[in-house]
């Protein structure tokens, strides 16, 4: 098991944000600006509007980072794959057998 430290600061490379963010963070913030000015208003169109954007915000923000994920996960895959296609048949299946295994063994 690798050290949580480990974890985090990938965790945080994927989902931490960054420049290309900043559409989101302005719309987090004129949601924020547009749901106080409801508050103060005592206007219900204004807050559900501030909340709605807001939602679109986080949105914005997850579909972002998930895709970079996915992109992570796509050249992990794409490298494995070719580190396996250059082992002989045997090799393969062991290896492909003990990944199956400890995989078995880590989600129980």
Not at 64 to 73: C, E, F, I, Y
Request: glycine share 12%; aromatic share 4%.
């Amino acid at each position: 098991m690798e050290p949580t430290s480990d974890r985090t600061a990938r965790w945080r490379d994927t989902f931490g944000p960054d420049g290309d963010d900043i559409p989101a963070a302005a719309l987090a913030a004129g949601a924020l600006g547009i749901f106080t000015l409801g508050i103060a208003r005592g206007s219900t169109p204004l807050r559900v509007a501030g909340l709605v954007a807001t939602f679109a915000a986080g949105g914005l923000y997850v579909r972002r980072k998930l895709g970079a994920r996915r992109t992570k996960m796509d050249v992990a895959e794409s490298h494995i794959r070719s580190e396996l296609d250059e082992l002989d048949p045997v090799a393969r299946a062991q290896v492909l057998a003990d990944i199956a295994r400890s995989g078995l063994h880590g989600s129980a």
